[in-house]
């Protein structure tokens, strides 16, 4: 639960009594719907502002892929590893 306390009141915005009427599977699911909505709206600059920039200042024979602008998501699903021992850790102790 230690790791969960800084995204509920960083990116869900919770309050204290709303995390104490939360399950664990309730928490993750948001998170993964907050996760879901901030890809969506980084989309939008990658695909409207980032990358024709880029392509407008670098031009298009030295423009970069625009894979590599996704690159940071491929780190942050290794993450997703380290969320499975998290999540494992949990059920072990609350014995589910």
């Not at 960083?10 to 993964?32: S, Y």
């Not at 719907?33 to 939008?44: A, P, S």
Request: with cysteine; glycine share 6%; hydrophobic share 40%.
């Amino acid at each position: 639960m230690e790791e969960l306390l800084p995204l509920c009141y960083g990116e869900l915005n919770l309050k204290p009594w709303e995390i104490e009427r939360l399950c664990v599977a309730d928490i993750e699911a948001m998170l993964d719907g907050w996760q879901r909505r901030y890809d969506k709206l980084e989309d939008l600059f990658i695909g409207w502002i980032a990358y024709p920039m880029t392509v407008c200042v670098s031009g298009k024979n030295k423009a970069p892929k625009l894979e590599s602008f996704y690159k940071h998501r491929a780190k942050r699903l290794k993450k997703s590893e380290d969320h499975e021992a998290v999540e494992a850790s949990l059920k072990e102790e609350f014995g589910i």
